[in-house]
C-alpha cells in the first residue's frame, strides 16, 4: 500500500516520521517531491495522511476529492480535532496503520455552487460554508429551504455546518454539536441581529439556497478554509455533496474521546479541588 503524506510546513517531526514508516516498510509518495497537486497524485495511493493541524486535515480533502482514498490525520498543529493521533505516539500507532488496523466512516460533504466562483475552485466542504460580512455593516440574508423561505437574518453572516463540521465555526457562534453519523447540517446565524433567530437543523438531503445583500456592495464566502469575494446580490446554492470523505481513525470512538479530551467536555474544576 503506497501512503501519500502531505503537510503544509516543514515543522519538527515530519523528517523523523517518515523515516519512521519507511524503516517499516512503507512505500510513501510525498508532497512537494512526488506529488504537488491533486492530478499528480498517485494513482495507487491506498491511504492519505495529513500531518499538521484540522486546516491541514481541511485541505487534504482538495487532493483526493472523489477518490475514495481513507485519509487520517496526524497532529502536529495544537487542538487537532479532526486528527486522529498524535505524532509524538507514532511509534504505537504505525504498526497498526501499515498493518490496516484502522476504522473508516464516510464523512458527508456540502457542495456549494455560485457563478462567482473562481474557475477550479474546489466547491466541496467538510466542515462548513460560511457567509460573512466584509465591511461594517451587517448582511441581509434570505434563506430558502426546498423552496420554502426562512425569515430574513439580519446578520454579520451565515455557517451551515455538516455533522463534521458542528464541533467548529458552528459552535463557535452557538450552533449544536452532531454526532458525525447524522444526516442532517445546520443553520446558525453569526452574531445575529434579530435575537429570537436560532440554529436551525435541517435534512442533509435539503437543497439551501442563500441571498444577501449588504451596503458593503460584497461579502466573503469560504468553503472549509477557502475563501472569495462575492458580490451583493450573489445567489449561493448548498447541498450534500455526491459523495463523502473516507475518514480514517485508530479508533472507533474517535469522536466522543475527542470531545473529552479535545474539548474537555463534561470538565468541571469543582470535581479536581
Not at 185 to 212: D, K, Q
Not at 214 to 224: H, K, N, Y
Not at 237 to 254: I, K, P, T
Not at 259 to 267: I, P, Q, S, V, Y
Request: proline share 5%.
Amino acid at each position: 500500500m503506497k501512503i501519500a503524506l502531505y503537510n503544509r510546513d516543514p515543522g519538527n517531526g515530519i523528517e523523523a516520521l517518515k523515516q519512521l514508516l519507511r524503516e517499516k516498510g512503507a512505500t510513501l509518495a510525498c508532497y512537494g517531491e512526488d506529488f504537488f497537486s491533486w492530478e499528480d497524485l498517485p494513482a495507487d495511493t491506498g491511504l492519505f495522511l495529513s500531518l499538521g493541524g484540522d486546516g491541514t486535515f481541511l485541505q487534504s480533502l482538495t487532493f483526493v476529492r472523489d477518490r475514495g482514498i481513507p485519509v487520517a490525520g496526524i497532529n502536529f498543529g495544537r487542538l487537532g480535532f479532526l486528527t486522529t493521533a498524535q505524532a509524538a505516539d507514532a511509534a504505537r500507532w504505525a504498526d497498526d496503520l501499515l498493518a490496516g488496523r484502522f476504522h473508516v466512516e464516510e464523512r458527508s460533504l456540502l457542495r456549494a455552487t455560485c457563478a462567482q466562483m473562481p474557475e477550479d475552485f474546489y466547491p466541496y466542504a467538510l466542515n462548513e460554508v460560511s457567509l460573512q460580512r466584509r465591511g461594517s455593516g451587517m448582511l441581509s440574508v434570505r434563506v430558502r429551504i426546498d423552496g420554502r423561505e426562512l425569515p430574513t437574518y439580519w446578520s454579520d453572516g451565515l455557517v451551515v455546518a455538516t455533522p463534521t463540521g458542528s464541533t467548529a465555526y458552528n459552535l463557535s457562534v452557538g450552533g449544536p454539536i452532531v454526532m458525525p453519523s447524522s444526516e442532517v447540517m445546520v443553520i446558525a446565524p453569526i452574531a445575529p441581529h434579530n435575537l429570537n433567530v436560532r440554529p436551525l437543523v435541517v435534512p442533509m438531503s435539503a437543497f439551501v439556497e442563500m441571498r444577501f445583500e449588504s451596503r458593503s456592495g460584497s461579502a466573503l464566502l469560504a468553503v472549509d478554509n477557502r475563501p472569495f469575494e462575492v458580490p451583493s446580490g450573489a445567489e449561493i446554492a448548498l447541498s450534500r455533496g455526491r459523495y463523502g470523505l473516507h475518514y480514517a481513525s485508530f479508533s472507533e470512538n474517535n469522536f466522543i474521546g475527542a470531545l473529552r479530551t479535545k474539548l474537555l467536555w463534561g470538565e468541571d474544576r469543582r470535581n479536581t479541588i
